[in-house]
């Protein structure tokens, strides 16, 4: 099995999505482990339990330092302890702007409600109130604009017609404890997972003006033009040939380019098997950081290289605007 993920959790109340976190990862095949259990409030519940279970802690109150000050002490403990993804666990406070952007795409949040329902605060109570048949709890990515990032998955919890608030929590809290483990355990393991990263390169392919798939020689393949004329553009390569890359084969200029590339970014760039030869690169997808604005760069240049000028002009003509 690959290396766990590391994550820092961050608490502030009871922290029992923190202890639903930990028990998890300490199944055999968690693709995660709990680098760090960090708190704002000194006498946070779950502090207890991480120190009992051997999980170094951080807590810095926030009381008397500015929103950037504070955050910066706590990422600073999330990176001495080497963490690549930060978990909210019933965090109550507001991130800034900078630090939200300096992790883009590694911390999580979970939210009591189901999203983009009943943001901010008491969302029971506005459920109950508003009659819904079901309230919930949401996991998301965390961006600057409260509660509104991406939601990578959601539980639903039927609310009794004589629900109060705390007892619709509670069985919300059940279904966190379920809920937010798995979600962190696929976020962590998607880079890696072939199904997710063909779903994404499917999605930038296909975008381009017309383009449709084609198997070819048994993989995944995205042609340009016609169905029965078009022309390749791209290749999504799965750990072919003995490589262990996942990759999208794209088209540079020829060997010269090619070999610059592989040369300059080892991480990056790989020359495939077979393809390589007539200077098709494979672009690395299962790897950290990767950069999906550069894999999108990638692909509209490779299909510009085999699209008819009709359509280039119209491509043209579009990011005019
Ligand atoms: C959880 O219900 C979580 O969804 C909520 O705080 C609770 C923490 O409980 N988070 C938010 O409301 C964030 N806006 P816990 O400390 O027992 O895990």
């Known amino acids: 099995m690959a290396e766990k993920a590391r994550i820092a959790v961050f608490i502030s109340g009871t922290g029992t999505n923190m202890a639903a976190l930990l028990y998890a990862s300490r199944l055999e095949d968690s693709p995660y482990e709990i680098a760090l259990i960090a708190s704002n409030v000194a006498g946070a519940g779950g502090l207890d339990l991480a120190k009992l279970e051997g ?23 999330a990176k001495s302890a080497k963490a690549e993804f930060i978990v909210l666990a019933g965090y109550m406070r507001i991130l800034s702007d900078g630090f939200v952007k300096r992790w883009e795409g590694r911390i999580l949040n979970i939210h009591p409600s189901l999203l983009p329902k009943y943001k901010g605060l008491d969302p029971h109570a506005r459920a109950i109130e508003a009659g819904d048949s079901h309230g919930g709890a949401s996991v998301h990515l965390v961006t600057p604009d409260l509660d509104s990032g991406e939601v990578l998955a959601q539980a639903k919890v039927a609310i009794a017609p004589d629900d109060t608030a705390e007892q619709l929590e509670a069985r919300v809290k059940l279904a966190e404890h379920q809920l937010y483990p798995r979600a ?5 393991s998607r880079g890696n997972d072939p199904d997710y990263l063909y779903s994404k390169v499917c999605e930038l392919a296909l975008a381009l003006p017309e383009t ?35 990759a999208i084969l794209v088209k540079t200029s020829g060997m010269d380019e090619l070999l610059d590339l592989v040369e300059a970014q080892p991480e990056t760039y ?52």
């Open 55 to 77: 999980i170094p802690t951080f807590v810095h109150s926030h009381k008397g330092l500015s929103r950037e000050d504070h955050d910066a002490a706590m990422e600073a403990a």
């Open 184 to 188: 962190v355990a696929d976020y962590v």
């Open 212 to 246: 449709h798939k084609r198997d070819s020689h048994g993989s995944p393949g995205f042609r340009v033009g016609s169905e029965k004329s078009g022309k390749f553009f791209a290749h999504f390569s799965q750990q072919h040939h003995g490589s262990e890359h996942i």
């Open 270 to 321: 790989y020359k495939p098997a077979y393809y390589g030869a007539s200077g098709w690169v494979g672009l690395i997808l299962n790897r950290p950081g990767v950069d999906w604005s550069h894999v999108e760069e990638w692909l509209e240049r490779s299909w510009r290289a085999v699209a008819p000028a009709r359509l280039t002009k119209l491509l043209d003509a579009a990011d005019m605007f």
